[in-house]
């Protein structure tokens, strides 16, 4: 079965200073693989979506994620923190082949503070 | 803008009384979803649907219910809600059979059982 692990729980960032969130999966074949944010007492927010093609995808907000089949990994990062966004960022990859619905399956979720 | 909507936002449940969580969709999407997310975690799927009248289990269905009776609406139902019901529950709706579709989540509802 699937799973998304991602390592950090909470990781706290400078205004200013880059990102860095890690994300780790175990899928069988093609992953097709999204980070979603959350703000306070809000739903999920879609930031990017990857699928077969460049490994590296420009999201919403300066985000940016890089996807590596040998590390099975997809990390988020942005290069300049601003203070709305501070969140908790979901790693996630979809339960079918091609993506083709909402099942996914998510990770733990990183908290991520920004400080002035 | 796509819209998912949840109602109640926020509510307090008694030990074995029944609950029913509501989602309504204005994206005309023919799939939707029930999930639950614990503190600490991420979130997990209960229920979900492909198409009015039909309802298919998902990860965690025990203790749970799902009612599809149009395309608009998703509710989750707990027939005797337990403590470890207590968590917050997502409905979301996603285009069907889409490559790499984008799912629509509602705000949540914050369901305490006491």
């Known amino acids: 079965a699937q799973s998304v692990t991602q390592p950090d729980a909470r990781v706290t960032v400078s205004e200013g200073a880059s990102l860095q969130l890690r994300c780790k999966y175990s899928y069988f074949g093609t992953p097709y693989l999204f980070w979603y944010v959350q703000y306070p007492r809000q739903g999920l927010q879609l930031l990017l979506k990857y699928y077969p093609g460049d490994p590296v995808v420009q999201g919403v907000n300066g985000f940016e994620a890089e996807f590596s089949k040998s590390n099975s990994s997809f990390h988020l990062r942005k290069a300049s923190v601003h203070w709305s966004d501070w969140a908790v960022y979901f790693c996630a990859v979809s339960m079918d082949t091609g993506g083709l619905s909402g099942k996914l399956t998510f990770g733990e979720g990183t908290q991520v503070t920004v400080i002035s | 803008e796509a819209a998912v909507t949840q109602s109640p936002r926020s509510k307090v449940a008694v030990t074995g009384g029944k609950v029913t969580l509501s989602c309504h969709q204005t994206?005309?999407?023919?799939?939707m979803y029930w999930y639950r997310q614990d503190t600490g975690h991420g979130l997990r799927l209960i229920h979900y649907s492909y198409v009015a009248d039909s309802t298919e289990k998902g990860d965690i269905p025990d203790g749970y219910k799902a009612s599809r009776p149009s395309q608009e609406n998703f509710s989750l139902i707990l027939e005797l809600a337990s403590l470890s019901q207590t968590a917050v529950y997502f409905c979301?709706?996603?285009?069907?059979?889409?490559?790499?579709?984008?799912?629509?989540f509602g705000k949540g509802t914050r369901l305490t059982v006491v």
């Open positions: 979301a709706s996603s285009d069907a059979g889409t490559v790499n579709t984008e799912v629509f």
């Open positions: 994206n005309n999407h023919d799939y």
